[in-house]
């Protein structure tokens, strides 16, 4: 199926081009960005080889929804979505740090836990729990914001003060808005049945000076949820739990000996496998939205992309 993996647009005042591991971003006259989500899927913070179909919008449209409906809570960066697969918003300039929230023990937190450590960035996690288990209240594990090729890595509140890195007073103010924002989350997700374990925030500054929410929000790139129906159940008996999140893709590809390690080959992903990775992502669009996922015309995404994106900006 055809997907987009890459782009090199040539956009009307467009000055720079910045390319992440999943999303392109393109600053116009350095005031706005347009941010394009592709289909790449990225997992231990290694790109894969082959895109999945419908991603790139599946990511941008969960975002796009989530941002308006906690733009009463945190402001955000977003100006409009010109396109299924983007999003244009103001210029910031990001915090090096993302803000990582965890209700629960699940994923990085429980691999550690299983480990036998105790403490994630700097935080302690009570004895006596089982993967998957509810922290008593939710825990903010920050990680740095890692440059192309590396790896994201662990870092305390108290670490990311003394190398400063985010000044005392923003840093209360990413915490604040992290915990408004999971809660806000966690209340959607309870009405579509669906339980929000944990999930990512990443900040920025305007050329004000206004701290913003900019890239993306509970989307499965960047989140993890669970079935609400039968998790005690399952959780009592020790099986594991039915969730929507890149979290399969990752178990997946350790079943298959990677884990994005030097050395390690990346299996190959077969078309049959592929294509049950972009219904897994349009279920969960499904499920966390509660409306049926629209599939955009994909018989050249690059020039719909093209087209919408410049006759958006002219006008501006």
């Known amino acids: 199926m055809n997907t987009i993996t890459t782009t090199n647009f040539n956009f009307p005042n467009q000055k720079s081009v910045y390319r992440g591991k999943v999303r392109e971003v393109y600053s116009i006259n350095d005031e706005i960005l347009v941010m394009i989500a592709t289909d790449r899927l990225s997992a231990f913070d290694v790109v894969m080889p082959k895109g999945i179909p419908y991603k790139g919008q599946i990511l941008n449209q969960i975002a796009t ?31 090096k740090v993302e803000m990582v929230i965890r209700g629960y023990l699940s994923g990085h937190a ?26 008593p209240k939710p825990i903010i594990t920050p990680t740095t914001k890692a440059d192309n090729g590396s790896h994201d890595e662990d870092i305390s509140r108290e670490a990311i003060l003394e190398k400063g890195i985010v000044s005392e007073a923003d840093y209360l103010v990413l915490e604040k808005y992290t915990r408004a924002l999971y809660q806000r989350g966690t209340e959607i997700a309870a009405s579509k049945g669906l339980i929000l374990v944990d999930t990512k925030y990443e900040f920025g500054k305007t050329k004000e000076g206004k701290i913003v929410l900019i890239d993306e929000i509970h989307t499965p790139d960047s989140s993890r949820y669970f079935y609400a129906d039968g998790y005690q159940e399952r959780q009592d008996s020790g099986e594991a739990q039915k969730q929507l999140s890149k979290e399969f893709v990752r178990q997946w590809l350790i079943a298959n000996g990677f884990q994005g390690k030097e050395g390690q080959q990346i299996p190959n992903m077969t078309e049959d496998y592929i294509h049950t990775v972009s219904e897994r992502y349009i279920e969960l669009y499904e ?30």
């Open 110 to 135: 429980a691999r550690e836990y299983t480990a036998g450590r105790r403490l994630l960035c700097g935080v302690a996690m009570p004895e006596g729990l089982k993967e998957n288990d509810r922290f």
């Open 287 to 316: 499920n966390i939205l509660g409306e049926p996922f629209i599939k955009a015309d994909i018989s050249n995404i690059q020039e719909r992309i093209e087209k919408n994106v410049v006759a958006f900006l002219a006008s501006l």
């Open 65 to 95: 929804k989530f941002m308006q409906l906690t733009e009463d809570i945190v402001p955000n960066w977003l100006i409009a979505t010109p396109d299924p697969n983007v999003a244009v918003g103001h210029l910031c300039e990001p915090f």
